[in-house]
């Protein structure tokens, strides 16, 4: 934990002015493109109450499993070192792009064509820079720490407490957003935009109602976690790209970066995105839910995925009909 406080150094400041600057245009996406509401469509007496706070450290089962994991490969010094450069790999990379460029655009060739007596003994100071960071570079591949975080399959960066059907807390762990954004080279206001949408997303499956004044907490219920999952991260990537579209590339940025190291149900979306499957469509399949008895596995989802893209005419067929029309 220490380590995760040492390099986030700075980030709760940037993760609580994330927070206040983004919420409610995260907010308001995350209703348009779910069509859910906090609050019944004719009613204000159906508000719900939906806390968002800044805490340090991690949810507390990750938290166990990182003790547990660290417990288990033991941070001698050699270890700490590498965790410690791991959270460097976007500059030595930097670096190491750089001195390559460098060597390779035959800049020291010309100089020395110009006759600078300097230039060969500064070709090979940039030689001797660009293994160094190649030697760096390698023992930060090795550390550990981030990586196991991000392999758990669960909410590792922020969560979402459903504390009753009309109340809900989003928690966004300024360290771990801090040291994740450090590794993976990306700003601490990206990736919390990220967090918070994702958590969001939950919180409005979770609270929301739709636009009849039902509630969802039944469909968030009936819902096992790959699908509940697979909804946060659907919704997520749209967010992140209509964002994009706005010129806020580091959000999407982030959000790239962070689902390359995400996997199981954190990558399941990714199927919803290729099958072309719209907000409508993923919105009317998880209402839907509201009808079954049991809980909602993932094949059962994807089933109402694909029932409903062929009931709305989004599907493949669907799309060349609307196209042919227009």
Not at 169 to 177: C, D, G, H, S
Not at 181 to 204: D, F, I, K, P, Q
Not at 206 to 217: E, I, N, R, V, W
Not at 218 to 235: R, T
């Amino acid at each position: 934990m220490q380590l995760l406080e040492s390099t986030a150094k700075g980030a709760e400041k940037e993760v609580e002015k994330a927070k206040e600057k983004w919420r409610q245009q995260i907010q308001d996406l995350v209703r348009n493109l779910t069509g859910l509401r906090l609050t019944h469509l004719h009613s204000s007496r159906e508000a719900v109450r939906l806390s968002i706070r800044v805490a340090p450290g991690l949810p507390k089962k990750v938290a166990e499993k990182i003790k547990s994991d660290v417990g288990q490969i033991g941070l001698i010094k050699e270890q700490l070192i590498r965790e410690h450069l791991s959270f460097y790999k976007a500059t030595l990379n930097f670096l190491k792009d750089n001195c390559m460029k460098l060597l390779t655009d035959g800049l020291f060739d010309n100089l020395q064509r110009l006759g600078w007596d300097k230039a060969e003994s500064y070709r090979s100071i940039i030689e001797s820079a660009l293994e160094v960071v190649k030697e760096l570079l390698k023992e930060a591949e090795q550390a550990q720490i981030i990586s196991k975080i991000l392999e758990i399959e669960e909410d590792v960066l922020g969560e979402y407490n459903p504390e009753s059907s009309v109340s809900g807390e989003i928690t966004l762990y300024w360290m771990a957003i801090g040291a994740v954004a450090r590794w993976l080279g990306v700003s601490v206001e990206g990736l919390t935009v990220v967090v918070l949408t994702h958590e969001m997303v939950h919180a409005y499956t979770h609270l929301g109602t739709d636009m009849d004044g039902l509630k969802c907490c039944i469909c968030f219920d009936q819902a096992k976690s790959e699908v509940l999952e697979g909804l946060a991260q659907y919704f997520t990537h749209k967010v992140t790209e209509i964002l994009r579209a706005r010129g806020y590339e580091e959000c999407w940025k982030a959000y790239k970066e962070l689902l390359e190291k995400q996997k199981g149900a954190y990558r399941e979306h990714e199927k919803w995105l290729e099958a072309k499957y719209t907000p409508e469509v993923v919105r009317a399949a998880f209402l839907a839910i509201r009808r079954e008895k049991g809980k909602v596995a993932i094949d059962g989802f994807c089933d109402k995925l694909r029932e409903f893209a062929q009931l709305l005419g989004r599907d493949s067929e669907g799309y060349q009909t609307m196209q042919r029309q227009t």
